[in-house]
């Protein structure tokens, strides 16, 4: 059944010719125990409805299904306190992970580690060698849409930040502290869902900023419902822009300017690492990946003091 050539040609036609008659297939799960490996790999990611993961995920999958392995996902729904016990869970019932959790803190991360081993983490920044990381130089995403926002005279920006464990939300604020007194930083606690886009149009309006970065387009096409509900003209009165370039923002009214972050190569270059351990050897060193930025029609030049 394994096709070993060690067994006699003419037993093994026979045994074949038997089982395709019985409709005889190997279980899947004996297999597992008797070769020691499920040819499953997890992904964690901390919330699905973020189509953010989808373009990973859709890497992942596909690179993956070319070595005979398939993908099983977990979503910790934005609960940090989940991402550590299915990261465990799904290591047990897996070869190797693919973790995505912005929100662990560092420590148990740093723990976690050689228990998870094999994986790969995506999104966030080195930590130390232990595990390969494809991350996302968030910091520089966040200069290039200031410096968009600038050149179109804008100099009071607000930013719907994200959830305040997150170590991407700290990444992208070091972004802005690098303008210094060049801008007037306006920070708004929100999230990182469309409902939290959404819920903050008022305190956006409010801030007397006439361009407002959110933390991904999630957020971003939730500010641009609201503002569209309440009939403020974007970018005429207000400039919105996002983060990660999700597929929806393209076709949003206006269209999106955001951030672009490669999702899908970051899932096919995450197997090649995973390929590369579980076949015994050393993968590529950690990169780091710069977002491009991609100027739509939600930004435009900055709205005259009335």
Sequence with gaps: MNGLSTVDREIAERVLKAAEQLNYTPSAAARSLALGRTH????????????????????????????????????????VEEEPILAVESRRRCDALVLCAPRMPEE????????????????????????????????????????HLMGLGHRRIAYLAGPPISASNAARLRGFESFGSTIELV???????????????GEVLDSGATAVIAFNDVVALGLLGALHELG??????????????????????????????????????????????LNGRKPEQSAMFRPR??????????????
Excluded at 71 to 78: G, I, K, N
Excluded at 301 to 306: E, I, L, Q, T
């Design 40 to 79: 499953t790999i997890g992904y964690i990611v901390p919330d699905l409805t973020n189509p953010a993961f989808h373009g990973a995920m859709r890497g992942l999958s596909l690179a993956a299904a070319k070595e005979g392995y398939r993908v099983l996902v977990a979503d910790t729904a934005e609960q």
């Design 108 to 147: 148990e991360l740093r723990r976690l580690l050689p228990e998870l081993a094999p994986v790969v983490l995506l999104n966030r920044e080195p930590t130390d060698e232990s595990s390969p990381l494809l991350g996302i130089d968030w910091a520089s995403g966040i200069r290039d849409l200031v410096r």
């Design 187 to 201: 920070p708004i606690p929100c999230g990182a869902m469309f409902a939290d886009g959404h819920a903050a149009a």
């Design 232 to 277: 403020v003209e974007v970018p005429d009165r207000l400039s919105v822009a996002g983060f990660d370039d999700i597929p929806f923002a393209q076709f949003t009214s206006p269209a999106l300017t955001t951030a672009s972050v490669p999702q899908m190569e970051l899932g096919e270059l995450a197997w090649a690492s995973l390929w590369e351990m």
């Design 293 to 306: 930025l991609v100027a739509r029609s939600s930004t435009g030049r900055a709205a005259k003091p009335a």
